[in-house]
Protein backbone atom coordinates (compact mmCIF):
# COMPACT_ATOMS: atom_id res chain seq x y z
CA UNK A 1 0.00 0.00 0.00
CA UNK A 2 1.07 3.55 -0.60
CA UNK A 3 1.92 5.34 2.41
CA UNK A 4 1.58 8.83 1.16
CA UNK A 5 0.09 9.77 -2.35
CA UNK A 6 -2.74 12.38 -3.71
CA UNK A 7 -5.79 10.92 -4.90
CA UNK A 8 -8.93 12.94 -6.67
CA UNK A 9 -12.20 13.06 -6.32
CA UNK A 10 -14.70 13.74 -9.17
CA UNK A 11 -17.91 15.39 -9.73
CA UNK A 12 -19.82 15.26 -12.77
CA UNK A 13 -21.75 18.54 -13.93
CA UNK A 14 -22.90 17.82 -17.35
CA UNK A 15 -22.64 15.03 -20.03
CA UNK A 16 -23.13 15.08 -23.79
CA UNK A 17 -21.85 13.33 -27.43
CA UNK A 18 -18.16 14.03 -28.03
CA UNK A 19 -15.60 12.72 -30.88
CA UNK A 20 -13.35 10.77 -28.32
CA UNK A 21 -9.88 10.91 -29.53
CA UNK A 22 -8.59 7.59 -28.51
CA UNK A 23 -11.68 5.70 -29.37
CA UNK A 24 -11.69 7.07 -33.07
CA UNK A 25 -15.43 8.04 -33.12
CA UNK A 26 -18.28 9.33 -31.78
CA UNK A 27 -19.34 8.90 -28.08
CA UNK A 28 -20.69 9.84 -25.27
CA UNK A 29 -19.14 12.10 -22.24
CA UNK A 30 -18.67 13.28 -18.63
CA UNK A 31 -17.61 16.86 -18.00
CA UNK A 32 -16.11 15.94 -14.36
CA UNK A 33 -14.84 18.65 -11.99
CA UNK A 34 -12.19 17.07 -9.09
CA UNK A 35 -10.53 18.00 -5.92
CA UNK A 36 -7.50 16.79 -4.44
CA UNK A 37 -6.59 15.50 -1.47
CA UNK A 38 -3.49 13.94 0.56
CA UNK A 39 -3.85 10.85 1.13
CA UNK A 40 -2.15 9.02 4.09
CA UNK A 41 -2.52 4.87 4.02
CA UNK A 42 -5.21 5.38 1.62
CA UNK A 43 -7.53 8.11 4.08
CA UNK A 44 -8.11 11.07 2.38
CA UNK A 45 -6.75 14.20 4.79
CA UNK A 46 -5.32 17.48 3.57
CA UNK A 47 -7.21 19.43 0.32
CA UNK A 48 -4.88 19.76 -1.75
CA UNK A 49 -6.89 21.92 -4.19
CA UNK A 50 -9.06 21.57 -7.17
CA UNK A 51 -8.20 19.94 -10.15
CA UNK A 52 -8.44 20.93 -13.90
CA UNK A 53 -12.03 19.82 -15.44
CA UNK A 54 -11.86 17.04 -17.96
CA UNK A 55 -14.24 15.40 -19.97
CA UNK A 56 -14.18 11.52 -19.90
CA UNK A 57 -15.47 9.46 -22.08
CA UNK A 58 -18.06 6.97 -21.07
CA UNK A 59 -16.61 4.90 -23.52
CA UNK A 60 -12.44 4.09 -23.04
CA UNK A 61 -13.19 6.22 -19.63
CA UNK A 62 -9.48 8.45 -21.19
CA UNK A 63 -9.60 12.09 -19.82
CA UNK A 64 -9.15 14.80 -21.75
CA UNK A 65 -9.06 18.83 -21.91
CA UNK A 66 -12.33 20.82 -22.25
CA UNK A 67 -11.37 22.02 -25.32
CA UNK A 68 -11.71 18.45 -27.34
CA UNK A 69 -15.20 19.58 -27.58
CA UNK A 70 -14.33 22.54 -29.93
CA UNK A 71 -13.83 19.26 -32.56
CA UNK A 72 -17.32 18.30 -33.82
CA UNK A 73 -18.77 14.86 -33.62
CA UNK A 74 -18.96 12.85 -37.17
CA UNK A 75 -22.34 13.35 -37.38
CA UNK A 76 -22.30 17.13 -37.09
CA UNK A 77 -19.03 16.96 -39.39
CA UNK A 78 -21.20 15.36 -42.24
CA UNK A 79 -23.66 17.83 -42.09
CA UNK A 80 -21.27 20.77 -42.29
CA UNK A 81 -19.86 19.00 -45.59
CA UNK A 82 -22.94 18.25 -47.03
CA UNK A 83 -24.07 22.28 -46.17
CA UNK A 84 -20.46 22.97 -47.37
CA UNK A 85 -20.90 21.24 -50.64
CA UNK A 86 -24.41 22.67 -51.18
CA UNK A 87 -23.85 26.33 -50.29
CA UNK A 88 -20.83 26.10 -53.23
CA UNK A 89 -23.31 24.76 -55.45
CA UNK A 90 -25.76 27.58 -55.63
CA UNK A 91 -22.80 30.11 -55.38
CA UNK A 92 -21.48 28.96 -58.81
CA UNK A 93 -24.42 28.76 -60.11
CA UNK A 94 -25.60 32.62 -58.74
CA UNK A 95 -22.40 33.07 -60.55
CA UNK A 96 -23.00 31.16 -64.07
CA UNK A 97 -26.39 31.16 -64.19
CA UNK A 98 -28.56 27.99 -64.91
CA UNK A 99 -29.48 28.09 -68.64
CA UNK A 100 -27.43 25.07 -69.59
CA UNK A 101 -29.43 21.71 -68.91
CA UNK A 102 -25.53 20.16 -68.31
CA UNK A 103 -24.82 22.99 -65.63
CA UNK A 104 -28.48 21.92 -63.75
CA UNK A 105 -27.44 18.21 -64.16
CA UNK A 106 -24.07 18.36 -62.54
CA UNK A 107 -25.34 20.30 -59.74
CA UNK A 108 -27.69 18.46 -58.46
CA UNK A 109 -25.87 15.30 -59.01
CA UNK A 110 -22.87 17.04 -56.78
CA UNK A 111 -25.71 17.87 -54.08
CA UNK A 112 -27.23 14.66 -54.20
CA UNK A 113 -23.90 13.20 -53.92
CA UNK A 114 -22.71 15.14 -50.66
CA UNK A 115 -26.08 13.53 -48.93
CA UNK A 116 -29.24 15.40 -49.71
CA UNK A 117 -30.50 12.56 -51.64
CA UNK A 118 -34.19 14.09 -52.90
CA UNK A 119 -32.52 17.39 -54.10
CA UNK A 120 -33.90 18.12 -57.55
CA UNK A 121 -33.44 20.78 -60.54
CA UNK A 122 -36.75 22.62 -58.89
CA UNK A 123 -35.50 22.86 -55.76
CA UNK A 124 -32.53 24.27 -56.35
CA UNK A 125 -33.77 26.82 -58.66
CA UNK A 126 -36.27 27.90 -56.15
CA UNK A 127 -33.57 28.65 -53.86
CA UNK A 128 -31.86 30.57 -56.18
CA UNK A 129 -34.96 32.51 -56.80
CA UNK A 130 -35.07 33.20 -53.17
CA UNK A 131 -31.37 34.14 -52.94
CA UNK A 132 -32.16 36.78 -55.53
CA UNK A 133 -34.45 38.23 -53.93
CA UNK A 134 -32.47 38.79 -51.00
CA UNK A 135 -28.91 38.02 -51.24
CA UNK A 136 -29.12 37.23 -47.89
CA UNK A 137 -31.09 33.96 -48.43
CA UNK A 138 -28.09 31.33 -48.99
CA UNK A 139 -27.64 31.17 -44.94
CA UNK A 140 -29.67 28.76 -44.11
CA UNK A 141 -31.22 27.41 -47.51
CA UNK A 142 -29.88 23.66 -46.73
CA UNK A 143 -32.43 23.03 -44.32
CA UNK A 144 -34.92 24.63 -46.80
CA UNK A 145 -34.10 21.83 -49.26
CA UNK A 146 -37.64 20.37 -50.19
CA UNK A 147 -39.54 23.17 -48.56
CA UNK A 148 -41.40 24.33 -51.68
CA UNK A 149 -41.33 27.88 -50.82
CA UNK A 150 -40.96 30.10 -53.88
CA UNK A 151 -40.19 33.90 -53.46
CA UNK A 152 -39.98 36.78 -56.12
CA UNK A 153 -37.21 36.54 -58.43
CA UNK A 154 -35.31 39.81 -58.45
CA UNK A 155 -31.62 40.68 -59.01
CA UNK A 156 -28.53 39.03 -57.71
CA UNK A 157 -24.82 40.41 -57.95
CA UNK A 158 -23.59 36.63 -58.18
CA UNK A 159 -19.60 38.47 -56.86
CA UNK A 160 -21.39 40.66 -54.23
CA UNK A 161 -20.22 40.63 -50.68
CA UNK A 162 -23.33 39.20 -49.08
CA UNK A 163 -21.90 36.07 -51.09
CA UNK A 164 -18.95 36.37 -50.38
CA UNK A 165 -19.97 36.28 -46.70
CA UNK A 166 -22.09 33.65 -46.52
CA UNK A 167 -19.43 31.61 -48.65
CA UNK A 168 -17.03 32.21 -45.59
CA UNK A 169 -19.53 31.89 -42.86
CA UNK A 170 -20.27 28.14 -44.32
CA UNK A 171 -16.49 27.23 -45.03
CA UNK A 172 -14.45 28.55 -42.21
CA UNK A 173 -15.61 26.70 -39.24
CA UNK A 174 -15.64 23.34 -41.51
CA UNK A 175 -12.50 24.30 -42.84
CA UNK A 176 -10.16 23.45 -39.50
CA UNK A 177 -10.92 19.90 -39.72
CA UNK A 178 -10.63 19.37 -42.95
CA UNK A 179 -7.29 18.05 -44.38
CA UNK A 180 -5.95 19.24 -47.69
CA UNK A 181 -7.29 16.78 -49.87
CA UNK A 182 -10.35 17.34 -48.32
CA UNK A 183 -10.56 21.25 -48.89
CA UNK A 184 -9.35 20.64 -52.23
CA UNK A 185 -12.43 18.08 -52.79
CA UNK A 186 -14.83 20.92 -52.06
CA UNK A 187 -13.40 23.53 -54.02
CA UNK A 188 -12.96 20.93 -57.47
CA UNK A 189 -16.56 19.98 -56.73
CA UNK A 190 -17.61 23.70 -57.18
CA UNK A 191 -15.15 23.61 -60.11
CA UNK A 192 -16.79 21.23 -62.49
CA UNK A 193 -19.83 22.50 -62.32
CA UNK A 194 -18.72 25.67 -63.53
CA UNK A 195 -17.34 23.65 -66.26
CA UNK A 196 -20.07 22.03 -67.36
CA UNK A 197 -21.20 23.98 -69.92
CA UNK A 198 -17.77 25.18 -70.91
CA UNK A 199 -14.93 27.80 -70.21
CA UNK A 200 -15.21 29.60 -66.42
CA UNK A 201 -16.68 32.89 -67.06
CA UNK A 202 -14.93 35.81 -64.84
CA UNK A 203 -18.01 35.62 -61.99
CA UNK A 204 -17.41 31.75 -62.10
CA UNK A 205 -13.80 32.39 -61.33
CA UNK A 206 -14.03 35.04 -58.99
CA UNK A 207 -16.95 32.90 -56.65
CA UNK A 208 -14.68 30.41 -56.96
CA UNK A 209 -11.33 32.32 -55.61
CA UNK A 210 -13.42 33.12 -52.80
CA UNK A 211 -14.28 29.43 -52.04
CA UNK A 212 -10.56 28.91 -52.21
CA UNK A 213 -9.77 31.69 -49.72
CA UNK A 214 -12.33 30.91 -47.17
CA UNK A 215 -10.87 26.85 -47.56
CA UNK A 216 -7.82 28.87 -46.64
CA UNK A 217 -5.85 27.52 -50.13
CA UNK A 218 -3.36 29.25 -51.45
CA UNK A 219 -3.92 31.37 -54.27
CA UNK A 220 -1.50 29.02 -56.68
CA UNK A 221 -3.16 25.93 -54.81
CA UNK A 222 -6.74 27.24 -56.04
CA UNK A 223 -5.06 28.31 -59.80
CA UNK A 224 -3.69 24.82 -59.71
CA UNK A 225 -7.09 22.85 -59.10
CA UNK A 226 -8.96 25.25 -61.36
CA UNK A 227 -6.85 24.46 -64.30
CA UNK A 228 -6.82 20.47 -62.99
CA UNK A 229 -10.98 20.29 -62.86
CA UNK A 230 -10.22 21.08 -66.94
CA UNK A 231 -9.51 17.36 -67.28
CA UNK A 232 -12.00 14.95 -68.01
CA UNK A 233 -11.65 12.25 -65.44
Partial sequence: MCVLGVCTSWRTVADGEFFC?????????LRRTGHRRLTVLGIPLLSRGAADPVIECSACRGHFGPDVLDHPTTVRLSAMLRDAVHTVTLAVLAAGGTSSRAVR?????????????????DQLLTLLAALAADTGALSGTAEALGAGDRRPRGGLDP?????????????????????????????????????????????????????????????ADTDRLLVAARTPS
Avoid at 178 to 196: D, K, N, P, T, Y
Fill in 105 to 121: DTAVGTVRAAGFADCSE
Fill in 159 to 219: CGTALAIELHASLEPLTPHLAQAGRESLLFQGARIALADGSYTPAEREVLGTVGAALMLCP
Fill in 21 to 29: PDCGGDRNY
